[in-house]
C-alpha cells in the first residue's frame, strides 16, 4: 500500500494513514522501534481509479484524532464515522453534503468541527456538532484543519481564496471557531494545514497551488524567518508539462518538526529526508528510501518520523537533542495583542504576510503595486484603482 498522508495522535502511539489507491485510513500502532497495522476504515471502497483533480479530491476522507483519547473521526462526503479500538461506529447530528467535509477536534474534544456547512450558503460557514448530544451550531468559514498551539489555549486554521489564503488564529475557549482580528495572509491557495514546532515557537505552512512553497513563521510575533522553493520554482503560465511533472513528485504531506523545535524535516522525491535548520545554519540530507519517493511524512508525539514511500512505512528515530518546553507565554502574549474579529475580511483584520503589516483600512488606500508584490496586493492595488 502506497501511503498519501500521515497524521500521528498528539499523545498515543497511534497513527493514521491515508491510502493512495482508495477512500481508506489505516491505523498503525508503534513502539519499540516498530510499526503494527491495527485497523482500516474503508478499505472495502471503490479505488479512485481514474479520479483526478477535484473528483479524486471530494472522494478523500478527511480525518482527525481526539486530542487525548484513541479515537479517529473520519469525514467524507457519505458519512462521518469515529473509529476506536472497539470497532467504527457512525457519528450522528449532522446531514450529508456534497462536497468534501474537513473535520476536527476541539481542544477540549467535545466538540467535532466541520466545514462546510451543508445548504446553498454552506462554503460560507462551518459546523460545530456536540459529540455527546449530537447537537449542532453554525460556525464561521474555515477549510484546511484547525490545529492546537502545543501549550493549549488556541488554534489555527486556513480560510483559502484563489487570490490569497488567511491564517486565522481563535481562542480555544467555546465550541464555536471565533477567529482574532490579527491574521497571516498567504498568497493564491492550495496550501495544508500549518505544522506548530514542538515548544510553540514557531510553525510552518506547505503549500501552494502554483509552487512547492515551505514558509516558516515565528509566533507569537508571525515574522517570516524562512521560506524555501522545493524543487524548481514556478516558470509562469503556460506550465511546461516537465515542470508539471517534477513539481507533482514532491508530497503536499512531507513536512514535519522533529524533537529539535528549531528542526525540520522534509522528504524528497529522491527517497532522502532533509534535515533543514531553520535558520539556514545547517543543511543534512539523510539517504532513506533510496529510489523511492518519501509520499508521507509525520513526527509522532515521542519525537520519531514515520516515513511513507511505495509499499513502505518506516519508523525512524531522529535523537532528543535540543527538546525545549512548551511555551505557553506564547499564547498569552498574542492573545493580549488582539481581540475577537467583528468581521473576517482582509481589510478589517490586523494583517501580515510576515515581512509587512496593514492595519484595518490600510488596503484600501494602496495603489501602488509591483511585480515583486504577492498576487493578492497586486490584485488588490488594480481594484482600487479601477482598472
Not at 508521507?296 to 531522529?318: F, H, M, P, R
Request: aromatic content about 8%; proline content about 6%; charged content about 20%.
Amino acid at each position: 500500500m502506497t501511503t498519501q498522508r500521515l497524521l500521528a495522535h498528539p499523545r498515543l502511539p497511534l497513527v493514521a494513514a491515508w491510502d493512495a489507491d482508495r477512500p481508506a485510513i489505516r491505523i498503525w500502532e508503534h513502539g519499540d522501534g516498530h510499526l503494527r497495522e491495527c485497523a482500516a476504515v474503508g478499505v472495502g471502497s471503490t479505488g479512485y481509479a481514474q479520479d483526478v483533480g477535484y473528483d479524486r479530491l471530494k472522494r478523500t476522507p478527511s480525518a482527525a484524532w481526539h486530542p487525548d483519547d484513541p479515537l479517529l473521526a473520519v469525514a467524507d462526503t457519505e458519512s462521518l464515522v469515529a473509529w476506536t479500538p472497539s470497532g467504527t461506529s457512525p457519528v450522528h447530528g449532522v446531514t450529508r453534503t456534497e462536497y468534501q467535509r474537513e473535520v476536527a477536534f476541539s481542544p477540549d474534544g467535545r466538540t467535532l468541527w466541520l466545514s462546510p456547512a451543508e445548504g446553498q450558503d454552506g462554503w460560507e460557514h462551518s459546523v460545530a456538532l456536540e459529540f455527546a448530544s449530537a447537537t449542532t451550531v453554525r460556525g464561521p468559514r474555515w477549510d484546511t484543519g484547525v490545529v492546537a498551539h502545543p501549550a493549549g489555549g488556541l488554534v489555527c486554521t486556513l480560510q483559502s481564496d484563489q487570490g490569497a489564503t488567511l491564517v486565522l488564529f481563535a481562542a480555544d475557549t467555546g465550541p464555536v471557531l471565533r477567529p482574532l482580528r490579527r491574521a497571516l495572509v498567504l498568497d493564491c491557495d492550495g496550501y495544508e494545514a500549518p505544522i506548530f514546532s514542538s515548544d510553540g515557537r514557531h510553525f510552518a505552512v506547505r503549500g501552494n497551488a502554483y509552487d512547492n512553497s515551505l514558509e516558516v513563521f515565528e509566533f507569537p510575533s508571525l515574522r517570516r524567518v524562512l521560506r524555501v522553493t522545493l524543487g524548481e520554482p514556478s516558470p509562469g503560465y503556460p506550465y511546461p508539462q516537465e515542470w508539471l511533472d517534477a513539481m507533482n513528485a514532491w508530497s503536499r504531506h512531507n513536512v514535519a518538526f522533529g524533537r529539535s523545535p528549531r528542526t525540520l524535516w522534509v522528504g524528497t522525491p529522491e527517497g532522502a529526508v532533509i534535515e533543514l535548520d531553520i535558520d539556514g545554519a545547517r543543511v543534512s540530507e539523510h539517504e532513506v528510501l533510496p529510489g523511492v519517493a518519501v509520499t508521507a511524512l509525520a513526527a509522532t508525539a515521542s519525537g520519531e518520523l514515520v516515513v511513507a514511500g511505495t509499499d513502505e512505512l518506516l519508523l525512524l528515530s531522529v535523537g532528543t537533542a535540543g527538546q525545549d518546553e512548551v511555551s505557553g507565554a506564547a499564547v498569552t502574549e498574542f492573545l493580549a495583542s488582539t481581540v475577537e474579529a467583528s468581521v473576517v475580511d482582509m481589510d478589517q483584520l490586523d494583517l501580515t504576510d510576515g515581512t509587512r503589516s496593514w492595519q484595518p483600512g490600510d488596503l484600501a488606500a494602496v495603489t501602488d503595486a509591483s511585480e515583486a508584490d504577492p498576487t493578492w496586493l497586486r490584485i488588490q492595488a488594480a481594484v482600487n484603482r479601477g482598472t
